[in-house]
């Protein structure tokens, strides 16, 4: 079924705009009869955040921003799905033309503007499908003309406790002017002191949500020292390594389009992404699991996020270039290197290769 609507779907998104393409998928999604994928190898479940997973695979935020097809995609095969960003108030995002296929690159560009129905909107929905069970993590962000970006994460902390799997803190888009700096020490301590101090706050009602911060993969060193530091003594449960990058290595082969702002996604943000996970692994010392995000197409690509560090990992960019394909195969691959090698779940590896990797000389860009 998924391989037969990939080999119908593809061809066809490719002839429309980027945004438009986007728009089909989600509608075709919410269409598509309620099949189930078969069931996952018990090997590949993973326990992260107090939640179990029945698989390591998750759709990464950005692609079903406003929660509108998580239960489809979860039928699909993934082990959990991330919706958002969501804002307070519905926001329109940056004018168009924003998302660009660097198709001989395999890569995407974006620069969205965290467009989204609301928190009012999304929380209906969420709360609407809460029987339906899966883990559906949010991730929210800031209005653009916030006055106080802090408040804005207190608000959806309130408002997403109660229908969230999870909540994400993304303080990393690039799209929403000044908000990485957030990712600075002073204003991080601050926002995540209120966060932490939010989610207590409502725990009672909404019960145990877990907070996971989300992070640029353009830090410097010294500044991922303080974003740990911070993340661990806010006592956060887990960071999700690594939003799009701002960087433009000099290997792109679409050039023109290498040139539009905004955020880099796909093959060419693997290397850096992966980096970046070893970097905050050797740095978290096992005080909260780590979510890896960023140019996985393939099962060897997911292998060494999680060598690098990674419990869990996420893809979006590469399914416009191979489908919902790529979901099954990742976990078969995945499934296919534990029996190999004798071992009886992932978390035997997690981290295996990150020492190695933050020996080595950082990524070309």
């Known amino acids: ?64 921003k406003s929660a509108e097809a998580p239960d489809a995609l979860l039928r699909l095969g993934f082990g959990f799905v991330e919706i958002g960003s969501v804002t307070p108030r519905p926001q329109t995002g940056n004018p168009r033309p924003r998302l660009f296929r660097l198709e001989r690159d395999q890569g995407v560009i974006n620069r969205m503007g965290f467009n989204n129905d609301g928190a009012e909107a999304v929380q209906r929905r969420l709360a609407a499908r809460a029987h339906h069970g899966g883990i559906v993590g949010v991730n929210v962000g800031a ?48 926002l995540l002191a209120r966060v932490i101090e939010a989610r207590e706050r409502v725990r009672q009602t909404a019960g145990d949500t877990p907070v996971l911060l989300k992070i640029a993969p353009d830090l410097r060193l010294s500044q991922l020292d303080d974003v740990v530091h ?51 692994y050797v740095r978290v010392e096992g005080a909260f699991p780590l979510i890896g995000v960023g140019g996985i197409d393939t099962g060897g690509a997911a292998l060494t996020k999680i060598r690098a560090g990674a419990s869990l990992i996420q893809l979006y960019s590469s399914l416009v270039y191979k489908g919902l394909g790529l979901v099954d195969s990742i976990k078969s691959d995945l499934a296919s290197t534990l029996l190999r090698t004798g071992r009886d779940s992932l978390s035997e590896i997690v981290g295996a290769d990150a020492a190695t990797i933050t020996a080595e000389d950082w990524p070309v860009q």
């Not at 593809?10 to 998928?25: C, I």
């Open 143 to 190: 209005n653009k003309d916030s006055a106080d970006r802090t408040a804005d994460y207190v608000k959806l902390i309130e408002t997403f406790a109660p229908v969230a799997s999870y909540i994400t803190i993304n303080v990393s888009s690039p799209n929403t002017p000044g908000l990485r700096n957030l990712q600075q020490a002073a204003a991080l301590d601050d």
């Open 230 to 280: 911070i993340a661990r003594s806010r006592r956060v449960d887990g960071m999700i390594v690594a939003n799009t990058t701002l960087a433009r290595p000099s290997s792109l082969r679409e050039q023109d389009r290498a040139n539009e702002s905004g955020g880099l996604s796909g093959r060419p943000l693997f290397r850096l992404s992966t980096r970046m996970v070893a970097e905050t």
């Open 1 to 64: 079924m998924i391989r037969a609507f990939d080999a119908f779907s593809l061809p066809l998104l490719r002839w429309f705009d980027p945004e438009d393409a986007h728009r089909m998928a989600i509608q075709g999604l919410k269409l598509l009869p309620p099949i189930r994928s078969r069931p996952d190898d018990p090997k590949l479940a993973v326990r992260a955040f107090g939640l179990n997973f029945p698989n390591p695979v998750g759709m990464a935020a950005g692609f079903d």
